[in-house]
């Protein structure tokens, strides 16, 4: 892949991932003023994200790389605008929320109760649930991971 198609790739995944972080804003009332820093952050986690599969690193891990990322900027935005760091990264998260994953994992579920017992089923079901698993697991450490890094009282050593 060329930089120009990688780039203009990159931009229509960070359009669109745009669109479910300031949706799912709105239903979680976020101030008006905060919709573009939450569409910001949404679509530089989602590009980040996208870089790091594209350059070969598995899903969970490239999940939990931008869900930090997109902590460190929410904690960033808040000591500037002074507001809750949640304000700016739940919204921002929720277009790395594995969907299709579960989705897959919850029809091996269905095939396996109206068909039977297959271990093709199975294999699928355990690997997209265990992938989900995992990605949810990253989006939340993401999600705390600045908060346990900045917010501590005591040391960390």
């Not at 869900?67 to 904690?75: D, E, Q, W």
């Not at 998260?93 to 269905?110: C, S």
Request: charged fraction near 10%.
């Amino acid at each position: 892949m060329d930089i120009s198609s990688l780039l203009f790739a990159l931009l229509n995944d960070m359009f669109f991932a745009s669109i479910p972080a300031v949706g799912f804003a709105l239903v979680f009332n976020v101030p008006q003023k905060a919709l573009k820093y939450c569409a910001i952050g949404g679509a530089l986690g989602h590009g980040c994200r996208f870089l790091l599969m594209h350059y070969g690193l598995p899903i969970e891990w490239a999940t939990l790389c931008a869900a930090t990322f997109v902590g460190m900027i929410g904690v960033h935005w808040s000591h500037r605008f002074l507001a809750h760091p949640k304000v700016f990264t739940v919204a921002a998260m929720i277009p790395m929320v594995p969907g299709v994953f579960a989705f897959k994992a919850m029809i091996a579920i269905v095939e396996i109760n109206h068909k039977g017992y297959n271990p093709q089923l199975l294999a699928a079901l355990m690997e997209n649930g265990v992938k989900a698993v995992f990605i949810v697991a990253a989006l939340a450490i993401g999600l705390a991971m600045p908060g346990l890094l900045f917010y501590r009282r005591r040391p960390v050593v």
